[in-house]
């Protein structure tokens, strides 16, 4: 039966089908998408949003498949797992503090209802090569056990800090029990600017047992006398997956004993990404002998291409993204947002424009020049299709590249030659890379003094 509403033809369904209403004709499939069965999830849109027009039939956001969907799907998913106060599985280990109300924020660790080797969950190092739905599925397993924690004074929550500082340096999988004040709840915004995340509440009581500490994050942890920036290179040089440095540094598990603090898991992302592929450009890097030839590297994930080229010179350094209409930083463009930020020789000295993928990209090229010992200009582009259907995080950046700098590449004598490749690897046209490459433009357009002396005698 159908019915006239505001000049459009709607289909009545029962009334306890959601917000997919009108979208979806199985009931069944459309009622295991029902919030009402789960009223400790909630979907919220943004004012002026897309997704009330579209509801993921009309393909709005120019994506193949609705990331509001595939996400409510998955949360709903571990609620049928998550269902009373009390909560026993395996954490990967995996730990998050937040940054909203900083210095007091919420911090604590993420447990799935999994009991066994769930280290895959936290481990970006190796989720390439999964599906967008295999992600989402490893974020929104884990249920987020919350406390209230000042920064600068973790020791008035240190019922739960110690017992999360423990899962933070664990060296596997920790068999956790949590109890919570009320049941795990979670909300699905349906916009494109969230990360997928899982239930979450706050914490009453934590318990775990069998943890084995890792031997290199225990002995940086131990050391109060240890500068946490010196901690966090010992930990990378003894092959310390950076994952695992960055949920440490979260914790505030280094540095001299005074200055230790927790530090907001975004932030120590960055941090950790920053600090060590500073250190690998300035020790490793920069006394080495330039590349002789153009190398273009390249790597497709997800909707993305990576493009990495690799300039005969000294050390500089530019990021480069290009946004389709329809994905995540342009969902309602009608043009190519593109934006990059760079570095020369000396570095930089203040936060890049671009965020945190600017520093995980760079680490990755660092690592690249260090393992070859030579040095280079490095311009990293990336271009975003609207098949990449939901934010993942920057470690998506960082292990692309390192996967397009593992393959073997293609080399050309000339500036002009490499360009052209790239051009044929690329839908955005070559002359809209470099009007927006600060490096690209210097190489081309700028002559330098060099052009004018004599040349050396043989």
Not at 413 to 436: C, G, P
């Amino acid at each position: 039966m159908k019915k006239v509403y505001d000049g459009k033809f709607v289909k009545k369904v029962k009334r306890r089908i959601p917000w997919v209403e009108h979208v979806i004709s199985d009931v069944d499939v459309a009622g295991d998408l029902n919030p009402g069965q789960y009223p400790d999830i909630k979907l919220q849109a943004r004012k002026g949003s897309i997704c009330l027009i579209c509801r993921g039939a009309r393909g709005l956001c120019g994506k193949p498949r609705c990331p509001a969907l595939l996400r409510s799907n998955s949360l709903i998913e571990v609620k049928k797992l998550v269902d009373l106060e009390q909560m026993i599985g395996s954490s990967p280990p995996a730990i998050f503090v937040g940054r909203i109300g900083y210095p007091y924020v919420y911090a604590g660790p993420l447990v799935p209802p999994i009991v066994g080797d769930t280290s895959i969950l936290d481990t970006p190092e190796k989720w390439v090569g999964k599906t967008t739905d295999e992600i989402v599925d490893f974020r929104t397993k884990l249920v987020r056990g919350k406390f209230r924690v000042n920064v600068k004074k973790p020791h008035k929550a240190s019922k739960f800090i110690d017992k999360t500082s423990e899962l933070a340096l664990s060296k596997s999988s920790v068999d956790t029990e949590v109890t919570f004040r009320k049941k795990p709840s979670g909300r699905v915004l349906l916009d494109d600017e969230v990360q997928p995340m899982g239930l979450s509440a706050v914490l009453k009581d934590i318990r775990v047992s069998d943890t084995r500490a890792d031997v290199n994050l225990e002995k940086a942890h131990s050391d109060w006398d240890l500068r946490a920036e010196e901690a966090l290179l010992n930990l990378y040089s003894a092959d310390v997956p950076v994952s695992k440095i960055q949920r440490a540094l979260s914790i505030g598990a280094f540095g001299v004993k005074k200055d230790r603090r927790i530090v907001p898991t975004r932030w120590s992302i960055t941090a950790v990404d920053s600090i060590i592929s500073r250190r690998l450009i300035e020790d490793m890097v920069k006394d080495k002998n330039p590349i002789n030839e153009y190398r273009v590297h390249e790597f497709s994930y997800l909707g993305n291409r990576f493009v990495v080229l690799l300039l005969p010179s000294s050390w500089s350094y530019e990021w480069i993204e290009a946004w389709y209409p329809g994905t995540t930083w342009n969902p309602e463009n009608y043009s190519i947002a593109m934006g990059g930020d760079w570095e020369g020789y000396k570095g930089r000295t203040s936060y890049a424009s671009i965020g945190g993928c600017y520093y995980a990209v760079r680490l990755a090229a660092a690592e690249h020049l260090a393992s070859q010992g030579r040095q280079a200009a490095v311009v990293a582009m990336r271009e975003i299709h609207p098949s990449f259907v939901t934010p993942l995080g920057v470690w998506i950046n960082r292990e692309s590249v390192r996967e397009a700098l593992k393959m073997n590449p293609q080399k050309y004598d000339t500036l002009e030659e490499a360009l052209s490749h790239i051009h044929s690897r690329f839908t955005v046209k070559i002359d809209e890379w470099i009007n927006t490459s600060s490096l690209l433009k210097n190489t081309l357009y700028q002559e330098k003094l060099t052009k004018y002396l004599p040349p050396k005698a043989s």
